[in-house]
Nanobody, 123 residues
Framework: QVQLVESGGGSVQAGGSLRLSCAASVGAAATYAMGWFRQAPGKEREVVSAIDYNGDSTYYVDSVKGRFTITRDNSKNTVFLQMNNLKPEDTAIYYC????????????????WGQGTQVTVSS
């Protein structure tokens, strides 16, 4: 079992920045793919961004391309999401996730979930 602990959420005005962090309790296969989902009120959960173990493959949903950057530090089993130029439509609960397969992760099927952290962007 993998435990994922998120931090870095909060409230910010439009145009501002936040950095989310997620530390996994274990590394290796269970965290081959790591990344973030989000769920806004009344909407379905969506994949925001993902990264494979070596950072060779990354994924971003179209709405965040050019504004969000995902990175990871495997020595600390941690993944980061730098969010710049935030917009009110980015307001959601952001969930860290990890999985054995990058392809499945990007199709919305990770293996493990964090508890979520709230991001609120005001206009």
């Amino acid at each position: 079992q993998v435990q994922l602990v998120e931090s870095g959420g909060g409230s910010v005005q439009a145009g501002g920045s936040l950095r989310l962090s997620c530390a996994a309790s274990v590394g290796a296969a269970a965290t081959y793919a790591m990344g973030w989902f989000r769920q806004a009120p009344g909407k379905e959960r969506e994949v925001v961004s993902a990264i494979d173990y070596n950072g060779d493959s990354t994924y971003y949903v179209d709405s965040v391309k050019g504004r969000f950057t995902i990175t990871r530090d495997n020595s600390k089993n941690t993944v980061f999401l730098q969010m710049n130029n935030l917009k009110p439509e980015d307001t959601a609960i952001y969930y860290c996730a990890s999985g054995f397969r990058f392809a499945l992760f990007t199709r919305g099927k990770p293996d493990y979930w964090g508890q979520g952290t709230q991001v609120t962007v005001s206009s």
